[in-house]
Every structure is written in C-alpha cells, then in structure tokens.
C-alpha cells in the first residue's frame, strides 16, 4: 500500500452500503408515513386496543379507559417517532463506521466481522421501535417493550456496540504501536 | 464537473475520538434503557448524600420535589449525551474527512482537526452536567457544565466548522 492509499479511505463493502442507504429510506418512508396516515394509524391502535380490553387493563369505566388507551397511544406514537430517528441516524453511522473498519482494520477475517456486527446491528436496532409499536396494540405495552427487547435491541444492539468498541480499541492499538 | 479519486482521510487520533464518541453515545443509550432503576436509585443517593447542597429544608413534600426535579435533570443529561455524542462523532467524522479532502494547507488543516476534535468532546459535557446537578445542586449544576465545557466545547466545534467553510468558499472563488 502506497503512503497515499494508506492515508485515505477505502470504500466499504457494497452490501452494507446498501444495508445502510436503505435504512435512511425506511426512516424517511417511516416519518412521511407517520404524518400523512397519522389519523389512520392512531384509529386502527385504538381499536385493535378496544378489541382486547383485558391486555389493557380496561375497566369499562369511560374516565378510567380513556386515560389508560391515552398513556399506550401517546407510546404507540412514539415507538413509531423512535423508529425514524434511530434509522436515519443508524444509516448514516453504518457508512461513517463500516469505512472506518474498512480502512483501518487489516486483518480480513476481523474486517468482515467487524463491518457485519455493524451493518446488521446498526440496521437491526431501530426495528426494535418499530415492533414495540406495532405489539403495543396485541400485547400491551410491558409485554410488547420485553418482547421488542429480548427479539431486537438487546442482540442488535448489543452486536453494535461490541462492534465499535472493538473497532476503537482497534484504532487505539495502531496509534499507540506508530 | 465531476471530480472523481480517492477521498483523503484524517489523522487515526481524529477518526479514534470520533468512534469513541459514538460507541459512548451507543452505550448510554443502552445503559439508559436497561439500568434505569439503578440510575434513578443512584442519582437518589447522590442527592440525598449532597442534602446541603440542593437546599433540603426538612419538609418532606418540599424536598421530594426538589430530589425528583434534580433526578429528572441528571436523567436528562444522560439523555442528551447520548443523543449528542452519536451526531456530533458523525460530525466529526464527515467534517474531517472534508477537512483531510479539501484543505490545502497543513497548519490550516491541523487547527481545524484540533478545534473539531475538541468540539467533538461536547458531549462529554452533558455527563458533567449529570453528574454535577447530582453533586452540586441542580442550578450550580448547569451552570458549572454550560460554562466550562458546553460553551467552549461547543464553541470550538461551531469556529470548525465555519473555517472549513471559509477554506472551502476561499478555494472555490
């Protein structure tokens, strides 16, 4: 590698690439989504929750129902709000990162872990609001975080956050070997 | 015209602050989400060991107010440094790699890695005010971690990127 390969930054894979770009796309899709089909969205969650009174807590007293159906659609909301937030950003920390390892991280067998425990987590994660939102309506809204917690943040999650910290002490060992 | 090549990269101590920052912004968040009750204990403690210093009166309705108001506050630290920390490391990153691409010149490139880098610590200043509301009483707090690190942090974040502005408008006429 010349001293000017070695000084500048390699492309990454073209499948976490891809990964990363569509998962902007969800996000944007998402978001438009959210506004434009808000009512929609806010009638079919408040009626699959009316269906399955018992997962609710609701007592049948108009008062007391209505607080409760409030408190889980505020939350629907903001799983899908969550949703959008996390997958704009975690499109574009794929590509920020998957470069890095892609340029700093010499070993292959490394390299390609690295740049898959990124791409599938970074991709991964914010589905976790997306499924807590679409449970909360079936399951209520404990159920529906626990199971949104042990199928995706928690493996997902976790596969990015090893990820980078392997990547940084990667780095750090470099630099401390220069 | 469409300029084609390779894209330069900044120096690894850079790219490493970056990375750092992101992998805190990423951990904080999961912290923040699994260990809430142990924070929130946590933060209790630390109130209730600094009593003096957040101005507990002996009334109970009165100081429960105020121990919930700073727990509230230190929980909100928490939570903007994760958010800070995961877009200001991409900051960093995407800034000094148009930095490492398009400034010409060395010394004018070192002293926008080193004020971005810097700026790129502003995060760390919302674990400051966390931890500082807890220790030092919510308003002295926020002021002590607004004026020595969330100001200059940030101000040295804000003067890289208007130099790399102002490179990238001086190159282009």
Redesign the interface.
Known sequence: MTE??S???RVPPRWALLVAVLSIVTAEVGGASMARFKVELTRWARDAMLARPAVHGLVGVRDVDERILDEALVKFDAGLRLFHMHAE?MG??II??TM?AA??VRAGAVRRTIIALLTTGGAGYPVGYLVWSILIPSYGLERAKTIA?WLV?IPF??A??LA??W??GL??L??IR? | MVMSGTVRRPPLAVVLVAIVMVALGETAGAAMSRLRPEIQRYAAARVAANAAAHGFSGSAEYDDEVRDRAIFTAEAGLSFFHLHAEGVGLVLFFASTLVAATVPWRRARAALYLVLTLGGLFPLGYLVYGAAVLEIGRDAGIEMAERWFLTPLGVSAIVGLLGLLLVAARRRA
């Open positions: 000017a390969e000084a500048a930054w950003g574009l920390v920020a990162t890095v340029t700093v917690e943040w999650g976790s990015t956050i980078l910290w990547l940084a780095i750090a470099r630099l220069r």
